[in-house]
C-alpha cells in the first residue's frame, strides 16, 4: 500500500490549503498546513483522516463555522482546476461529517448534491456512505434522480456509491438489508450509453449476489427481457459470481443446462510446487449427449489455510459450446505468490474442474513455502 498511501502527500495537502485560501479569501488553514507534515507514517485511510480533521478544526475557526460555510468553500474552490484528485477524499469527508453534526435537513440535502458536483474531479463513494447509513430512503429519493444525470460520473455514483461491498468504503447495514431498494437505480442505469456506469451495475449487482441471489436473477431475467447491445454482457459480469457458485438459476438464465459429458483430468505437471511458482495442468471435455452443449468451464484450487483446513476458490476459464459427440482439450496455468489479498500455507491442497456447476477430477498436490 506504500504507492496507494501517496495519493494524499504533502505536497496535495499544502496545494489544498493554498486553493482553500484563495477560496475564502481573509481565511486561515493552519490545522491543515500543520496536517501536510504528520503523514508519513499513516496509510492513505489514516491520511485521510487526518486531513479531514484538520479541516474541521480549520472550519471550527472561522467567523461564521459549519456546513453552508464550508460548502460555499468547496464549490468556490471547484471553479479552480487544481481542486481536484484524491485530495478531494478528505473534503468530502468533511463536508459530510459537517451536514451530519448539522442535522438540518436542508443541510443533508445540500451535501448529497455537493458530493455530485464533486464526484467529476474524484468519486464521492466513499463519503456518500456515512449519508446512506443516516437516511437511507431519503438520500435514495435524491439519488435516483442522479441516473438522467448529464455527467456520467454522476450517473456512476449513483450505482457505485450505493454497492452493498463497495471496497474500501464502510458497511451500510440498511443496504445489505434491503438490496431491493437499490434495484430502481440499477434498472435505471443497467441500458446507459457509458460503459463506465454499466461496469458499475454490473459490479453492483454481482454484490447483491451474495445475500440475495434469487433477487440477482430475477432482476437480470428482466434485464434481459428488455435489452440493448450491452445487456448481455453487464448481465453476464453481474452473474459472475453466482455462476461460479454454481447457482442453478444463474446457469439457466445463462445457458448452461445440464449437459452429458465426459472429462479427463486434470492432469497435473508437477506433484509440488514451491512459492513463488506456477502449476500447469490440462484436461478434456467429451460432449457425450445428443445435442450442442453449452459449457461453463471453471477449475476450483482448495488452499490450505492457517489451521490447516481447506478453502476453495473458483476461477474461470472459458465458456464455451462442444458439438455433440466432439471432445475439446484445454489447458490452463496457475499462479501461487503471496499477497496482500491472499497468504499461502504449505501442505496438500487439491484442484478440481467444475463444467457446468459440476465438479471433476478432483487431484492433489502439495504447496512448499
Not at 479541516?55 to 460548502?71: E, S
Not at 476458490?313 to 501461487?336: D, M, N, Q, W, Y
Not at 503471496?338 to 487431484?363: D, F, S, Y
Request: hydrophobic share 45%.
Amino acid at each position: 500500500m506504500g504507492v496507494m498511501n501517496e495519493l494524499i502527500n504533502r505536497q496535495g495537502v499544502e496545494t489544498l490549503g493554498r486553493i482553500l485560501v484563495e477560496a475564502a479569501p481573509g481565511s486561515d488553514w493552519p490545522h491543515v498546513g500543520a496536517a501536510a507534515a504528520q503523514l508519513d507514517e499513516l496509510s492513505l485511510r489514516g491520511r485521510t483522516d487526518a486531513v479531514s480533521s484538520a479541516l474541521l478544526a480549520d472550519v471550527r475557526q472561522l467567523p461564521d463555522p459549519g456546513y453552508p460555510t464550508a460548502a460555499r468553500i468547496f464549490r468556490s474552490a471547484l471553479s479552480g482546476a487544481g481542486f481536484t484528485g484524491w485530495i478531494l477524499w478528505p473534503v468530502s469527508e468533511t463536508a459530510v461529517t459537517l451536514a451530519l453534526e448539522s442535522g438540518a435537513a436542508p443541510d443533508f440535502d445540500d451535501c448529497l448534491a455537493l458530493l455530485a458536483e464533486l464526484t467529476p474531479r474524484l468519486t464521492g463513494e466513499f463519503a456518500i456512505r456515512r449519508l446512506l447509513a443516516a437516511d437511507l430512503e431519503h438520500s435514495f429519493e435524491i439519488i435516483q434522480g442522479w441516473t438522467g444525470h448529464p455527467d456520467e460520473h454522476v450517473r456512476r455514483l449513483a450505482s457505485e456509491g450505493t454497492r452493498p461491498y463497495l471496497p474500501w468504503a464502510v458497511r451500510v447495514p440498511a443496504v445489505v438489508l434491503h438490496p431491493e431498494a437499490s434495484l430502481p437505480i440499477l434498472d435505471a442505469l443497467y441500458r446507459d450509453p457509458s460503459e463506465y456506469v454499466r461496469r458499475s451495475v454490473a459490479n453492483h449487482l454481482n454484490d447483491v449476489a451474495r445475500h440475495a441471489p434469487a433477487l440477482v436473477v430475477a432482476t437480470a431475467a428482466r434485464w434481459l427481457a428488455a435489452p440493448d447491445a450491452n445487456t448481455a454482457w453487464v448481465v453476464r459480469h453481474g452473474l459472475r459470481t453466482l455462476i461460479k457458485k454454481a447457482h442453478p438459476g444463474a446457469l439457466a438464465l445463462q445457458g448452461f443446462t445440464p449437459a452429458s459429458v465426459a472429462v479427463t483430468g486434470p492432469r497435473l505437471d508437477r506433484n509440488s510446487v514451491a512459492i513463488p511458482g506456477e502449476l500447469a495442468f490440462d484436461f478434456a471435455i467429451a460432449n457425450t449427449g445428443k445435442y450442442d452443449a453449452r459449457l461453463a468451464v471453471d477449475y476450483v484450487v482448495h488452499y490450505v489455510k492457517a489451521n490447516g483446513t481447506q478453502s476453495a476458490k473458483v476461477f474461470k476459464i472459458a465458456a464455451l459450446t462442444l458439438p455433440a459427440g466432439e471432445t475439446r482439450t484445454l489447458s490452463k496455468r496457475h499462479a501461487f505468490r503471496q499477497m496482500t489479498t491472499r497468504v499461502h500455507h504449505p501442505g496438500v491442497h487439491a484442484l478440481e474442474l467444475q463444467i457446468n456447476g459440476i465438479r471433476h477430477g478432483h487431484t492433489e498436490f502439495e504447496l512448499h513455502l
